[in-house]
């Protein structure tokens, strides 16, 4: 058992680290990993480490493997389950062969992917989830209402598209600056796309009607002022990227405007009493992916899981307009 694990941000490359035995106890699985996905968290928690440490961090937060033992309670898998899961960010990370995490929050594997594919989904889609359903509150009865999403070509944009058209029925506006971002974003449902530079202008120019919803995915800081001009009155904007500025939330008061974030990782890091509705939506994810009504997001794959593949899949999330998703897969 081995992972791949940082000990300071300056490091060029992850080290290659022996792993002691892992054994379940609990609401653990021990999971041998097959497949992983990497994500902006991974740079950041990476960035963050300033003090060297003598344990090294294993990051990561989205797999796909096999279950290889359980602990004393679960309930919800047995060994040999194929499962697909984000993790919780206080703990180590699926940059290895092994990991341990808590049933509560992994879901059956889709059976129509492979382990790579389906390594593409469990974050991102966890985040689009929770933002459209928990905190935005979409339900049935606001079918046909308008949402603009920002940074949809993005890992997370991906899969809101899909859930905002296909799930909750809602006409999708979603922004992309590149011919082939947009084109994505179509293919994946969108309804219309504009771009993010001078989004208030463009989506003016669109003559479409004020949204209802905005799901910011990208830089709140740039897109703030904008979002309050444009949200509909009595509308709601939930964001899942933090800020470095302050923000006038009055800009919302006479709207009767809400403003909402959505932090997938709450619920495992807080251990609210609803982290199984985690193992819930992912399996309705499967589900979706299994019944074709939203397809896969990956795009790209740097394989096999080595130091230097990793390192080149970090490089290229920093570029800031990668399209879906990258994963890498796990040699036996
Ligand atoms: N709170 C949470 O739970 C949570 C969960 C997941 C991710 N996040 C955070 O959410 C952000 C997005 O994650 P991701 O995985 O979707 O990122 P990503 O895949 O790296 O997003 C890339 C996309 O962002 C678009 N983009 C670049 N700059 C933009 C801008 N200024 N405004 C709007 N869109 C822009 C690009 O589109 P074009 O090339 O077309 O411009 C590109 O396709 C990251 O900061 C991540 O850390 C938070």
């Known amino acids: 058992m081995y992972a791949l694990a940082y000990h300071h941000h300056s490091d060029k490359q992850a080290s290659h680290i022996t792993l002691e035995p892992l054994e379940p106890t609990g609401h653990d699985l021990h999971i041998a990993i097959k497949a992983i996905a990497v994500n902006p968290v991974d740079t950041k928690v990476k960035a963050s480490l300033t003090e060297k440490l003598a344990t090294p961090r294993v990051i990561g937060?989205?797999?796909a493997g096999i279950v290889e033992a359980v602990g004393d309670k679960?309930?919800?898998?047995?060994?040999g389950d194929k499962v697909f899961y984000a993790?919780?960010?206080?703990?180590?990370?699926?940059?290895?062969s092994h990991q341990l995490v808590d049933e509560r929050i992994v879901g059956h594997h889709p059976k129509s992917l492979d382990f790579n594919d389906a390594a593409a989904l469990p974050l991102t889609s966890i985040t689009a989830w929770e933002a459209l359903f928990s905190r935005l509150k979409i339900g049935e009865e606001d079918n046909g209402k308008y949402i603009l999403i920002i940074g949809g070509a993005g890992g997370v944009g991906s899969i809101a598209i899909?859930?905002?058209?296909?799930v909750a029925g809602l006409t999708v506006i979603a922004t992309a600056s590149r011919l082939e971002s947009q084109q994505w974003c179509k293919n994946l449902g969108a309804d219309h796309v504009i771009d993010h530079h001078d989004l208030l202008t463009q989506y003016q120019q669109s003559k479409l009607p004020a949204p209802d919803y905005i799901l910011c995915l990208n830089n709140t800081d740039q897109h703030f002022a904008d979002m309050t001009n444009l949200i509909a009155p009595q509308g709601?904007?939930?964001?899942?990227?933090?800020?470095?500025?302050?923000?006038?939330?009055d800009l919302l008061k006479s709207k009767s405007a809400g403003f909402v974030w959505e932090?997938?990782?709450?619920?495992?890091?807080l251990d609210t009493p609803d982290l199984i509705q985690q193992h819930h939506l992912l399996n309705k994810i499967a589900d979706l992916i299994d019944s074709n009504i939203i397809q896969h997001t990956r795009t790209t794959a740097v394989n096999p899981f080595f130091a230097d593949n990793i390192q080149q899949?970090?490089?290229?999330?920093?570029?800031?307009?990668?399209?879906?998703?990258?994963v890498l897969s796990i040699p036996d």
Do not use: E
């Not at 899949?313 to 990258?326: E, V």
């Open 313 to 326: 899949a970090h490089s290229q999330l920093l570029t800031g307009n990668t399209i879906g998703k990258i």
């Open 61 to 63: 937060w989205d797999a």
């Open 74 to 79: 679960v309930s919800l898998f047995k060994q």
């Open 263 to 269: 932090f997938m990782f709450t619920r495992p890091m």
């Open 236 to 249: 709601m904007i939930c964001s899942i990227v933090g800020t470095a500025k302050h923000h006038d939330l």
């Open 87 to 96: 993790g919780d960010i206080g703990r180590p990370g699926c940059y290895a």
């Open 162 to 166: 899909q859930l905002a058209k296909a």
